[in-house]
């Protein structure tokens, strides 16, 4: 979602942290492991730094220079990898897989709708006059947690649970407010306090962070020539990243964009002159109407323009 946006506001703090990042000194730090492994032990790499203790001070310094570059650059890599990979574990595929695609996404539609008739009656029994017990509201807490993870209407599920989780958070703004979160957020965003901004940025770039582990998990295994024990170690960083981390991650990052336009979205009426909406009926409409005027424009002679603010 908005993938050219974040890429774009956040690029620059990526680029601070992504080069010498934890997750690349691991992969390396574990490969130069497997490596000294396959080579017969701690004596391999005694061997190795003895030889450079014996070579001029230019070319222990190119070494070192060209280790370190070699590090950062592989790190930068990576994380520019992250946006592509997250998109496709949101489940924006290529068109070849539109019918694994579509079939995985209708499957995880039926799942919900099954989940909704449950949760209505778990409704029914935490809510006056039921006198709810502690089974029936840890079930209908975790009903109503599963809910928030997807879109409410089964023609915008996509195939995978990190893909409905952003969907969700995408779709709750036009739901309640008739804001398009895609056309309305680029004109939000210079609007918002610069400690929202913050913490989105950190959301999002802890999201990237996660993504970006996952793949070096994957890329260990790369040094199962080495040693056996990189593909089991690699594979279960990058499934526990992928089915546990980056899914909270996600969570957190769309409750945040949800919670700006809770907060803020008032700032757009103000900002454009658009009367604001009188009750939350009446603002689904006028956030549809302002959302149409902002991508298309207008020659309608309503609504009336608000005076300026001094």
Request: net charge positive; glycine share 6%; proline share 7%.
């Amino acid at each position: 979602m908005l993938t050219a946006f974040w890429e774009a506001v956040g690029g620059k703090l990526a680029d601070r942290w992504a080069a010498v990042s934890i997750p690349t000194l691991i992969y390396w730090l574990g490969g130069l492991v497997a490596w000294t492994w396959h080579r017969g032990g701690l004596h391999t790499l005694t061997g190795q730094l003895g030889w450079l203790d014996r070579q001029t001070p230019t070319v222990q310094l190119t070494v070192i220079v060209t280790v370190l570059l070699a590090v950062a650059a592989s790190g930068l890599v990576v994380h520019r990898a992250a946006t592509p990979t997250l998109r496709l574990l949101e489940g924006y595929w290529p068109a070849w897989t539109n019918l694994a695609r579509r079939r995985l996404a209708g499957w995880l539609a039926a799942r919900a709708a099954t989940d909704t008739t449950v949760w209505q009656a778990a409704y029914t029994r935490v809510h006056p006059p039921a006198t709810p017990t502690v089974d029936d509201l840890a079930g209908y807490t975790r009903l109503e947690r599963r809910r928030r993870r997807r879109p409410a209407a089964a023609g915008y599920f996509l195939p995978t649970p990190i893909g409905n989780i952003l969907r969700a958070a995408e779709r709750r703004p036009v739901d309640k407010y008739g804001l398009d979160t895609v056309i309305m957020w680029p004109r939000l965003w210079p609007a918002l306090p610069e400690t929202t901004r913050a913490d989105l940025l950190a959301a999002r770039a802890a999201l990237d962070s996660a993504v970006t582990s996952a793949l070096w998990g994957l890329l260990f295994c790369g040094f199962t020539p080495w040693t056996w024990l990189a593909l089991p170690a690699g594979l279960a960083v990058a499934v526990a990243t992928v089915t546990l981390v980056v899914p909270a991650r996600a969570q957190v990052f769309g409750d945040l964009i949800e919670a700006a336009y809770d907060q803020h979205r008032t700032v757009l009426y103000t900002q454009l002159r658009w009367p604001l909406p009188t009750n939350p009926a009446d603002e689904r409409e006028h956030g549809r109407r302002l959302t149409a005027y902002l991508w298309r424009g207008s020659d309608e002679t309503t609504p009336t323009f608000t005076p300026p603010t001094t």
